[in-house]
DNA sequence: TTTAGATTGTCACAATTGTTACATTTCAAA
DNA sequence: TTTGAAATGTAACAATTGTGACAATCTAAA
């Protein structure tokens, strides 16, 4: 477990080896390997103990009670696993953790990163910093959701993307399927949706790319 | 500013007095009073500050171009606002914060804050255990809206009820409006479903109490 | 280069939900 | 107790979305 490994995680971002080196040698953090298909988490599990996957990835699912597998997302080095959910009063995992390869992970005791946190203030910003990533991501999605039609959730993205690059031109970062299920609804249904608003003169798609023609009623579209 | 009432917010939970007074002498932290609609923070304004509620309430209010305001939500006393976006890269206020009533409130920096919790490993917990506790709310409304049909909302609501009652027969605890909007739904079209269970042999609805008849098959509504 | 798998575009039809409207009931403030 | 506002129950009709199916295209591995 060397400094460079470490430094790369973004939770220990900007922190000097020294001083890693004393935060690592009061805690007992342990460094755990894990063959492919071995479990990091159970669902409901206690969420006791922070991991943060050194290399490798894992894959988050669901397991119902008739013993159904769903999927629910993947996770990749350098990235830690739940940390919206290691604190708070009945913190479990909300899904079972099963290493995809072989995996390498740190793994911290809920106890040991309170005290990391308190030791070091940059270290307590870079989680705090993690941390509103992710509830800000949880956010945004939920501002998705909460759109009723697929043309403003069409709207707001567009909108969104339009804004960050700048331009009217936006390019998809995602493919269209991956965001069918972004928004949660069929890939039928949205690509009908784009085809229409190109009919009612909204945008101009080709490929991968997207022409916003009439950005007033896009914005009109997501106030109701 | 006394400390029956610091220690009635959340955030200052088990911490004793002495402590208190030393965190608040060492960092600037301003009691702040509102008159009724005052503004307590811009949307998209940049989220340097931990406002806490002491007494009041407030009202999040979403404004778009044209000037219209959707109203988002309600905090009161003694909550705090915005927690999970204070940290993390581009963090703003997702909406505008306006008093419905007279409202005094703490202000800490950013700055502060982030010294305060290094000071006291209680408060972090505390930090930690809030934002956490929004974050599972943000999630367990998120996985909500991703049901398709409104009787798959409701299965997975009613199940959740009956789980932490530990009993058949669940109360609502809100309103049917209320769990409508909750669900991104129409009232309705929540009554209509709601009926139609009750035909389907799933459940009896009576006022505000709902018993569950069929269990597995709620079950596996929720499972696709 | 070949080829299997993923992505895309489109369609008709079924299912679900929203909208609007109205009558009734409940509940808390006057 | 009165009363007005909020909550509830229901209905017909419109709008939106899902489903399943098929063909065309793209892409990366063999």
Same mark, same amino acid.
């Given at each position: 477990?060397?400094?460079?490994?470490?430094s790369?995680?973004?939770?220990f971002?900007?922190?000097?080896?020294?001083e890693?080196?004393c935060?690592?040698s009061?805690?007992k953090?342990?460094?755990?390997h894990?063959?492919?298909d071995a479990?990091?988490?159970?669902?409901?599990?206690?969420?006791?103990?922070?991991?943060?996957?050194?290399?490798?990835?894992?894959?988050g699912?669901?397991?119902?009670p008739?013993?159904?597998i769903?999927?629910?997302?993947d996770i990749f080095a350098?990235?830690p696993?739940?940390?919206?959910?290691?604190?708070g009063?009945?913190?479990?995992f909300?899904?079972?953790?099963t290493?995809?390869?072989?995996?390498?992970? /740190?793994?911290?005791?809920? *106890? &040991?990163?309170?005290?990391? !946190?308190?030791?070091?203030e940059?270290? @307590?910003?870079? #989680?705090?910093?993690?941390s509103a990533?992710f509830a800000?991501?949880?956010?945004?999605?939920?501002?998705?959701m909460?759109f009723r039609t697929?043309?403003q959730?069409?709207?707001?993205?567009?909108?969104? /993307?339009?804004?960050?690059? *700048? &331009?009217?031109i936006?390019? !998809?970062?995602?493919?269209k399927?991956? @965001?069918?299920e #972004?928004?949660g609804?069929?890939?039928p249904?949205l690509?009908?949706?784009?085809?229409k608003?190109?009919?009612d003169?909204?945008?101009?798609t080709s490929?991968?790319?997207?022409?916003?023609?009439?950005?007033?009623?896009?914005?009109r579209?997501?106030?109701?």
């Open positions: 477990m060397d400094y460079k490994t470490i790369q995680i973004p939770l971002h900007s922190i000097e080896e020294k890693i080196i935060i690592f009061a805690l953090i342990t460094e755990t894990f063959r492919k479990l990091l988490a159970l669902q409901d599990e206690l969420c006791n103990r922070l991991i943060i996957l050194l290399s490798g990835s894992v894959k699912e669901m397991i119902d008739s013993g159904r769903i999927k629910v997302e350098p990235n696993l739940a940390i919206l959910f290691l604190f009063e009945n913190n479990r909300p899904v079972q953790v290493a995809r390869e072989s995996v390498t992970a /740190l793994v911290i005791s809920k *106890q &040991s990163v309170l005290r990391m !946190l308190s030791m070091n940059t270290l @307590l910003k870079n #989680y705090l910093d993690i990533g800000a991501r949880l956010s945004r999605k939920l501002h998705f909460s697929i043309r959730k069409l709207a707001m993205y567009m909108l969104s /993307l339009s804004k960050a690059a *700048q &331009s009217d936006v390019e !998809l970062d995602k493919t399927s991956a @965001l069918a #972004y928004f609804v069929s890939r249904s690509e009908r949706e784009l085809t608003m190109q009919q003169g909204l945008i101009l490929k991968k790319e997207i022409e916003i023609k009439d950005k007033k009623e896009l914005v579209l997501i106030h109701l």
